[in-house]
């Protein structure tokens, strides 16, 4: 079983920037980002395919938000910039066992604990 932990979560007002990470504690394939905000479903944030060459991203953060891997480090990270406040949220890194890239809960295996990012109007 491969253990995911993020880190890089806070504090930031709107417009700032912040960069995710999530190390994992062996190799990992397709990678993905999630995120829940009190209250609501957990939501499809961003993938990235073993290469990196792959990526996919939700409509909500196209264009602001970054999905990049360094796979020599087992870590995957997610660049937010342009920070607005509906994009408070638990992050939670996400891992799954093909090639693929998916936007569903189930395409993915194992989870991290989860980071809080808040973001200030």
């Known amino acids: 079983q491969v253990h995911l932990v993020e880190s890089g979560g806070g504090l930031v007002q709107a417009g700032g920037s912040l960069r995710l990470s999530c190390a994992s504690s062996?190799?990992?394939?397709?990678m993905g980002w999630f995120r829940q905000a009190p209250g609501k479903e957990r939501d499809f944030v961003a993938a990235i395919g073993r290469s990196g060459s792959s990526t996919y991203y939700a409509d909500s953060v196209k264009g602001r938000f970054t999905i990049s891997r360094d796979n020599a480090k087992n870590t995957v990270y997610l660049q937010m910039n342009s920070l607005k406040p509906e994009d408070t949220a638990v992050y939670y890194c996400a891992g799954r066992y093909d090639y693929g890239l998916g936007s569903r809960l189930d395409d993915y295996a194992y989870w991290g604990q989860g980071i809080q990012v808040t973001v200030s109007s």
């Open positions: 062996g190799r990992t394939f397709g």
